[in-house]
């Protein structure tokens, strides 16, 4: 009897283990030694330093830039729904803490740079402020026809209580200091972020550009100046304005947009600090600009007409 007992006792630990190994949840992926280009939104990556008080705690395929301070921390840009969770390990990982994340910021309403703001602002607490064009989208989980990608992109986690910010309005925690710049374009809101990171009496100035990309629905057109008065111009003033700034460290939403991962890290090819970085980012996609004008200009009529 002893023995069919220890029998049966084995069996049940057999399975509850089985049990519990079945509810229990998969392990979390772990960061790429290095990011590959073109990596998926979704790649966990490796946080780091950027420099001074500045750090890349997105994923390989998405940015988002953590600058801290010990009143608290900012954040720039949640990437996607999903990479939330990564964002917020890269941040503990790191030795800080995502309840002291005081303020989240955006560059452009889109589901692959504020997917993840949502659940950022319920676990850290912080306010979300953002400029006045790009407020109504993250309240409402997706702009409106202003959006030139509005019939194809995906809608994200709405964002309650957006602070409106004007262009050129300062947003300030302890030390630090950025300033919103109105880049509109790629969306309405799209907005570029600027501050200095300083370390051992050296200051370096920080831009961290919109996409400023060209790129739309099936429907939208940049030089229809009927259907969007004004937004080809506007377009045109904010790639003046992201190239013209005081620009040493260039980020960018997208990393490949501004090779990012052959410029940090310890697997590093290309310098840092590049002070004529903006203007080339610039040029580049005034480029790009203008073949999408030319691709708009050399539509058959009928497709013309049927937008």
Same mark, same amino acid.
């Given at each position: ?13 057999? $399975? *509850? *283990? ?5 509810? /229990? ?44 301070? #010990? +009143? ?23 030795? =800080? ?21 949502? +659940? ?7 306010? $979300? ?26 809608? =994200? ?13 300062? $947003?300030?925690?302890? #030390? ?42 099936? $429907? ?10 004004? /937004? ?33 890290? #310890?697997?590093?090819?290309? #310098?840092?600090?590049?002070?004529? /970085? ?30």
């Amino acid at each position: 009897m002893p023995r069919y007992f220890a029998l049966a006792a084995l069996l049940l630990c057999g $399975v *509850a *283990a089985s049990a519990l190994a079945a509810t /229990a949840p998969a392990p979390a992926p772990r960061p790429a030694a290095a990011c590959p280009e073109g990596a998926d939104w979704n790649m966990p990556a490796a946080p780091l330093r950027i420099y001074a008080d500045t750090w890349y705690v997105g994923t390989c395929g998405l940015s988002s830039i953590l600058i801290t301070s #010990p +009143q608290g921390h900012v954040l720039i840009d949640g990437a996607t729904e999903k990479a939330a969770a990564l964002i917020e390990a890269n941040i503990r990982a790191l030795g =800080f803490k995502v309840e002291d994340v005081r303020v989240i910021l955006n560059s452009h309403e889109h589901l692959d740079h504020a997917g993840g703001i949502a +659940q950022l602002q319920r676990d850290s607490g912080a306010t $979300v402020m953002a400029l006045s064009a790009a407020a109504g989208a993250l309240e409402h989980g997706k702009g409106d026809r202003g959006d030139p990608q509005y019939l194809s992109i995906e809608a =994200f986690p709405a964002i309650p209580h957006v602070k409106r910010l004007k262009d050129g309005e300062e $947003v300030t925690l302890g #030390p630090i200091r950025l300033t919103a710049h109105a880049t509109p374009g790629h969306t309405p809101g799209a907005t570029t972020w600027t501050w200095d990171s300083c370390q051992d009496g050296r200051c370096h100035h920080m831009v961290y550009a919109d996409s400023l990309s060209a790129y739309t629905d099936d $429907v939208y057109r940049y030089s229809d100046e009927a259907a969007h008065p004004g /937004a080809l111009a506007s377009f045109r003033q904010a790639i003046a304005t992201m190239a013209a700034l005081p620009c040493d460290i260039l980020l960018t939403p997208h990393p490949d947009a501004s090779q990012m991962w052959k410029r940090l890290g #310890p697997n590093a090819t290309l #310098p840092l600090v590049d002070e004529t /970085a903006c203007h080339r980012y610039g040029a580049a996609v005034t480029a790009r600009l203008d073949k999408r004008l030319a691709d708009e200009k050399a539509m058959p009529e009928k497709e013309k007409a049927a937008r």
